[in-house]
């Protein structure tokens, strides 16, 4: 036996012996009465889906053309700010949110995106990664087309190789200060 186990032993031998007068707490069972604010978790849930649906109803399939047949991928909304779009290309934005979009429908991407915009919006985040995968190349050929369209959307450009390459795309979005 070596002196730390002796220790040991009195520190058991005087905790119980402090113990020895207590008694154990009985549980009781309080209930509290609801308070009822659903109404306004309610019409805050709603507003939120109307914000979601408001940034995802820019994006349409009609008039589709072929804007973005070159590789890689690049999109400037003003050609005055065209240092932010060499700044895109040369990698020097590291994303702060990431959307991935591998296995959605062109319906879920969409509302998936206007989310995306909305929260970046909400939590002040300019610069947003979206991966849409390699796949059958549909969700490819339309994400540009559809952040192309957004008004809040500044720049995009294909991602560099550390963030998926030509299977993703880093955004550069409008925040409201």
Same mark, same amino acid.
Request: glycine share 4%.
């Given at each position: 036996?070596? =002196? ?13 012996? &402090? ?13 509290? /009465? ?7 978790? @309610? ?12 940034? /995802?109803?820019?994006? /349409? ?26 700044? *895109? ?11 991935? *979009? ?23 985040? +300019? ?8 796949? =059958? @190349? ?6 540009? +087309? &559809? ?17 998926? /390459? ?12």
């Amino acid at each position: 036996m070596n =002196k730390n186990s002796r220790y040991t032993i009195d520190k058991n031998i005087l905790f119980r012996q &402090w113990l020895n007068d207590t008694r154990e707490i009985v549980q009781d069972t309080i209930f509290h /009465s609801r308070i009822h604010k659903q109404n306004d978790k @309610h019409i805050i849930f709603k507003r939120n889906i109307f914000e979601q649906d408001a940034h /995802s109803h820019y994006f /349409s399939n009609r008039n589709k053309k072929d804007f973005f047949k070159d590789n890689p991928v690049s999109y400037i909304r003003n050609k005055n700010s065209f240092n932010i779009l060499q700044n *895109l290309k040369n990698g020097k934005y590291n994303p702060d949110i990431f959307l991935d *979009l591998h296995g959605l429908t062109q319906y879920q991407a969409q509302k998936a995106l206007g989310e995306l915009i909305t929260t970046c919006q909400k939590e002040k985040i +300019f610069c947003a990664h979206v991966m849409h995968g390699h796949g =059958k @190349h549909i969700l490819k050929k339309q994400i540009p +087309f &559809w952040l192309s369209q957004h008004p809040d959307v500044i720049a995009f450009h294909q991602a560099p190789k550390v963030f998926g /390459s030509d299977a993703a795309i880093i955004v550069i979005i409008e925040i409201s200060v």
